[in-house]
């Protein structure tokens, strides 16, 4: 199975910076995509950004230029720094990995619990 645990939420300033955390634990697994969502109240959960484990990305146009994600293979952890920050980034953040049993091609997808990130005006 696999286990995410993001870390690094807060309140902050219009125009200030979060980097966000997760923590990936897996046994038996193969992840290859790991990215971000996020969700505010009301609103449907909207693809933030992805970095595959050749180190390729790709960003959702909302957050292009201000937020950039990187991974830490070694440590099975991917990061999300986030810079320039608008009130209109107000969500719930949610890890997401993309993974295979070992020796399967079938993939599942796997999600964290969430950290809030609030910026306020």
């Known amino acids: 199975q696999v286990q995410l645990v993001e870390s690094g939420g807060g309140l902050v300033q219009a125009g200030g910076s979060l980097r966000l955390s997760c923590a990936a634990s897996r046994r038996g697994f193969s992840i290859n995509g790991m990215g971000w969502y996020r969700q505010a109240p009301g609103k449907q959960r909207e693809f933030v950004a992805v970095?595959?484990?050749?180190?390729?990305?790709n960003y959702a146009d909302s957050v292009k230029g201000r937020f950039t994600i990187s991974r830490d293979n070694s440590k099975n952890t991917v990061y999300l720094q986030m810079n320039s920050l608008k009130p209109e980034d107000t969500a719930v953040y949610y890890c997401n990995a993309e993974g295979s049993p070992s020796g399967s091609s079938v993939v599942f997808h796997y999600w964290g619990q969430g950290t809030q990130v609030t910026v306020s005006s």
């Open positions: 970095i595959t484990s050749g180190g390729s990305t």
